[in-house]
Nanobody, 128 residues
Framework: QAQLVESGGGSVQTGGSLRLSCVAS????????VGWFRQAPGKEREGVAA???????TVADGVKGRFTIFRDNAKKMLYLQMNSLKPEDTAMYYC??????????????????????WGQGTQVTVSS
């Protein structure tokens, strides 16, 4: 059973930055498509960014140019660098992984239901 643990959340003011981290326990971690999702109170979980085995990436339109996703496969780590944060970025942020398929076709669909493994989440709060 894969285990994902997020860290790095916190409270910042508008315009601030945070870096989220997620450590994984999967064997052959590099094969997995991994991504970040977020969920604000009363809203559905939405995809933020994802990255695959080939280091191809997708970032949601609402955070493009402000958020960057990257990974360190040797350390089994996933990161989300968040800059120019806005109050609407306030949410619980989750890392997730799909199956260990190198060219998993659903990696960039950003559908939470497609991802198999989830962390417990880390809270990000942005105040105005």
């Amino acid at each position: 059973q894969a285990q994902l643990v997020e860290s790095g959340g916190g409270s910042v003011q508008t315009g601030g930055s945070l870096r989220l981290s997620c450590v994984a326990s999967q064997y052959a971690y590099s094969r997995y498509c991994v991504g970040w999702f977020r969920q604000a109170p009363g809203k559905e979980r939405e995809g933020v960014a994802a990255i695959d085995y080939n280091d191809r990436k997708t970032v949601a339109d609402g955070v493009k140019g402000r958020f960057t996703i990257f990974r360190d496969n040797a350390k089994k780590m996933l990161y989300l660098q968040m800059n120019s944060l806005k109050p609407e970025d306030t949410a619980m942020y989750y890392c997730a992984s799909g199956p260990p398929l190198i060219n998993w076709p659903r990696c960039f669909g950003q559908q939470a239901s497609d991802f198999d493994y989830w962390g417990q989440g880390t809270q990000v709060t942005v105040s105005s």
